[in-house]
């Protein structure tokens, strides 16, 4: 019994907030009904807009790293060119080096030796 | 063993009350526009209750109906209540899970959530209340509603969507157990436990 009561006091409760809707509520679940009617002007969905954006974006990489990738050999000769000489026989080129060095400098002091005489 | 015959009493009498309502509703709305312009009022409310948040709950029903319309609408009326009730709760459920993810994302706006001002008191305090009745009454009567309202915030969400699909819509076990996607057993648990609750917290209250 007791339920029953209690049941009755939380409807009539309850009625009384449904009947004290504010007006300005009251207009806009009129137009809310009038967009669901006409399925049409609904409020954009964010989770579809950043599904979008992470779909330009893919597609953004997707075009971009092709383009990456034929810039780069025009690069890469000079890189190997480099890498060629730094890393055949580097010894033996530094031996050559002061080798020439010493016979130049063999041939001037024995010239300044013979000027001097 | 009381306590068993007390949710049994306990249903069967909503049980009678929800078959009275349906019956009635029933003749209230023939297309899917009266049937919304039928129910926004209480969707609406029930949404502002789950979410404490006007401006939210005003989303939750602009979704909710355009989908009932987008995909329902074939649908035979007397499925339209417990279907858009579904999508109301599913709507509010996903509400909930974002708020939780966004409450992580940014601390800072957790505490601008909750409304200040109380939603009856408003039209109480300009003294436009639809009510017609002495205003002692009114006041009185306007004080439970939010007394009541401040009960039902309190409540787990599973027993709110209960309640209120039960208590305030009318809706059976069945239809009830439909629109929250679960059985009618966990329906009447719900409902019973919130009864409890909202005896405790209103009883001394009421009895004023």
């Known amino acids: ?117 | 063993m009381n306590t068993s015959g007390d949710k049994q009493n306990e249903c069967n009498q909503v049980s009678i009350t929800s078959e009275q309502k349906q019956v009635s509703a029933e003749l209230s709305y023939k297309t899917l526009e009266e049937f919304l312009k039928f129910i926004e009022k209480r969707a609406f409310h029930m949404a502002r209750l789950s979410t404490s948040h006007t401006e939210d709950a005003h989303d939750i029903i602009q979704d909710a109906m355009y989908k009932l319309v987008e995909k329902y609408s074939d649908k035979m009326p007397t499925d339209w209540k417990p279907l858009f009730y579904r999508i109301l709760h599913s709507k509010i459920t996903d509400y909930y899970r974002r708020k939780s993810v966004r409450d992580k994302v940014f601390p800072w706006k957790k505490a601008d959530d909750q409304e200040s001002e109380d939603y009856l008191a408003a039209q109480l305090n300009q003294g436009i209340s639809l009510s017609s009745g002495e205003p002692a009454n009114m006041l009185l009567r306007g004080q439970h509603a939010q007394q009541l309202t401040n009960a039902i915030q309190q409540l787990p969400l599973r027993q709110q969507q209960a309640f209120m699909l039960r208590c305030w819509e009318g809706l059976s076990t069945k239809e009830t157990a439909t629109a929250m996607g679960c059985t009618q057993g966990s329906v009447k648990t719900h409902y019973s436990r919130a009864m409890t609750r909202l005896r405790d917290i209103l009883g001394e209250y009421y009895e004023q």
């Open chain 1, 1 to 117: 019994m007791s339920n029953k009561i209690d049941q009755e006091i939380y409807q009539d409760d309850l009625e009384y907030i449904e009947q004290n809707t504010h007006s300005r509520d009251l207009f806009r679940l009129a137009q809310a009904r009038r967009v669901a009617m006409s399925q049409t002007n609904r409020r954009p969905n964010i989770s579809n807009w950043l599904a979008a954006t992470a779909c330009c974006c893919g597609l953004t990489f997707l075009v971009m790293a092709p383009l990456n990738d034929q810039s780069t050999p025009a690069v890469e000769p000079i890189v190997a060119g480099v890498q060629l000489i730094e890393s055949s026989d580097g010894e033996a080129i530094s031996e050559f080096d002061s080798m020439g060095f010493y016979y130049w400098l063999d041939i001037y002091d024995a010239e300044l030796v013979a000027n001097n005489d």
